[in-house]
């Protein structure tokens, strides 16, 4: 069974600039995550979506950031225009429907803005 | 808020118990979760634990939990070089949210 597929793995952007990560998560997964992990830290959520509908975008800066899960399956993060401080590693997770709530989790897009 | 604590940086020989700690805030978590992120790599799901109990094993693993204390425990027994990695802890609370500690880094020396 793949995991769950991110893309980049690496991006490299100078600031004021727009940037996009893509996140397959495994199949059936009903849920999807978007965390941040900055260097020497936990991830933070940054939205949570059932299906197609975003639950949880609490902690997602809606000034800059965006997410979007049209058809329930593939998700895209968006980001414009990136500040240095944006910088950080994005994490995707996908879990099934269960009270475990098990998050499988995806390699990540390494972010540096210059 | 939740928050979760753990101590940063764990050093080890090869062969001997490692045990890393782990304290939340949050009464109300339902599962504890142990990941394991290797460099570069997203987390992976070691272990889990539900709030009702308080130990579990899984092969080299035990992790034990002290609700009244709120302090998680996971001892890899006969630990690898493999095994050097950064541990996060983490906890369910409301809506499914995971609040992660900020990692517990091991160094395994041979």
């Known amino acids: 069974e793949a995991g769950v597929v991110q893309s980049p793995r690496y991006k490299i952007i100078e600031k004021k600039q727009p940037v996009a990560f893509w996140c397959n998560p495994i199949?059936?997964?009903?849920?999807l995550y978007w965390y941040l992990q900055n260097l020497g830290q936990g991830p933070e959520l940054l939205i949570r979506?059932?299906?197609?509908?975003?639950?949880?975008d609490s902690q997602l800066p809606k000034d800059r950031f965006s997410a979007e899960r049209l058809k329930g399956v593939d998700s895209t993060l968006k980001i414009q225009p990136a500040e240095l401080g944006d910088s950080a590693v994005y994490l995707c997770?996908?879990?099934?429907?269960?009270?475990?709530?098990?998050?499988?989790f995806g390699p990540g897009t390494r972010l540096t803005v210059l | 808020g939740e928050d979760v604590e753990q101590s940063l940086f764990l050093s080890v020989r090869e062969g001997d118990s490692s045990v890393i700690n782990c304290t939340y805030t949050?009464?109300?978590?339902?599962?504890l979760y142990w990941y394991k992120q290797e460099p570069g790599a997203g987390l992976q799901l070691l272990t889990y634990?539900?709030?009702?109990?308080d130990m579990k094993q899984d092969q080299r693993l035990t992790v034990l939990l002290n609700k009244k204390d709120k302090h998680l425990s996971l001892r890899i027994a006969d630990t690898q070089t493999g095994d050097s990695a950064i541990y996060f802890c983490?906890?369910?609370?409301?809506?499914?949210?995971?609040?992660f500690g900020k990692g517990t880094m091991l160094l395994v020396s041979p």
């Open positions: 997770a996908s879990s099934p429907d269960d009270q475990r709530n098990e998050q499988f």
């Open positions: 199949s059936g997964h009903n849920t």
């Open positions: 979506y059932e299906n197609e509908e975003a639950v949880d």
């Open positions: 949050d009464s109300s978590s339902t599962y």
């Open positions: 634990i539900f709030s009702n109990m």
């Open positions: 983490a906890e369910r609370g409301g809506y499914s949210t995971l609040t």
